[in-house]
């Protein structure tokens, strides 16, 4: 039986690996995010590639509260929601040379990192299936390695992923985050794939190699899997040892 899964930030990178994963199972995805030309070109790739026509998207600020409660209500209009992915994000890129700019820097990365999966995901829970309803926020490496106000706005994610996973375990709905390490074949990285980024960041690892959008897909699909129910309130890191066991 197929699932409804909404998927934000699914139109490039990690996103757009994740809703691929769930349309080649067969369920139903929705894909959110600002650049609609973006958006439309990956549901007509999904769809294409999957012969069907599964994957729909809606173009939104998810930061504003009025837009995240319109898409809200625009997917809860077409029924229950199985499987909810907060992927949207970004890291500020001003200089920070003046106290303001500092400031401007890290309201920016809150407003892209949290509000946005915390604005969708309060607008969605009275529409999330009860039990079996799964949250996924997609988290970094960074939130446990410091990366300034980036790598904050991850690790309040994790702080709000165990008070909803607390909140909603009694409904039989788990609540996780991934936290993904350096995985340069995203947009994410655009002018920044030299090896003087790539090499310090691949030496961390275990395993000596970056990783895959598809990878982090893979660790998304079993936390929103029947049989994850039992795994809720975790921090799941697909970083290739880089951090070993830290939450």
Not at 43 to 69: C, W
Not at 166 to 175: F, P, S
Not at 213 to 223: H, I, K, N, R
Request: charged share 20%; with cysteine; glycine share 12%.
């Amino acid at each position: 039986m197929s699932r409804r899964v909404v998927v934000s930030g699914g139109g490039t990178g990690i996103g757009r690996a994740i809703a691929c994963s769930f349309a080649c199972a067969g369920d139903d995805v929705v894909i959110i995010g600002r650049r609609r030309d973006a958006l439309e070109r990956t549901s007509r790739e999904l769809n294409a590639e999957t012969g069907s026509d599964r994957v729909s998207f809606r173009s939104a600020d998810l930061s504003d509260p009025e837009g995240a409660g319109e898409t809200a209500a625009a997917i809860a209009a077409g029924g229950h929601v199985d499987v909810l992915v907060t992927n949207a994000g970004g890291v500020a890129s001003g200089l920070a040379d003046t106290l303001s700019a500092v400031a401007d820097n890290w309201l920016a990365d809150f407003r892209g990192n949290v509000l946005t999966a915390v604005l969708l995901a309060e607008a969605l829970l009275p529409h999330l299936s009860r039990p079996g309803g799964r949250v996924i926020a997609m988290s970094s490496v960074a939130a446990v390695r410091g990366a300034g106000s980036y790598g904050a706005a991850k690790a309040a994610l994790h702080a709000w992923v165990f008070d909803l996973a607390a909140r909603l375990g009694a409904d039989g709905i788990t609540v996780n985050a991934v936290a993904p390490g350096f995985v340069p074949d995203t947009e994410f990285w655009d002018g920044r794939r030299t090896p003087e980024v790539a090499e310090p960041r691949i030496a961390t690892t275990l395993v000596k190699r970056p990783g895959t959008p598809d990878e982090v897909a893979e660790a998304v699909s079993y936390l929103a899997s029947p049989l994850a129910g039992f795994t809720t309130g975790q921090i799941l890191q697909v970083n290739g040892g880089s951090v070993l066991g830290r939450g």
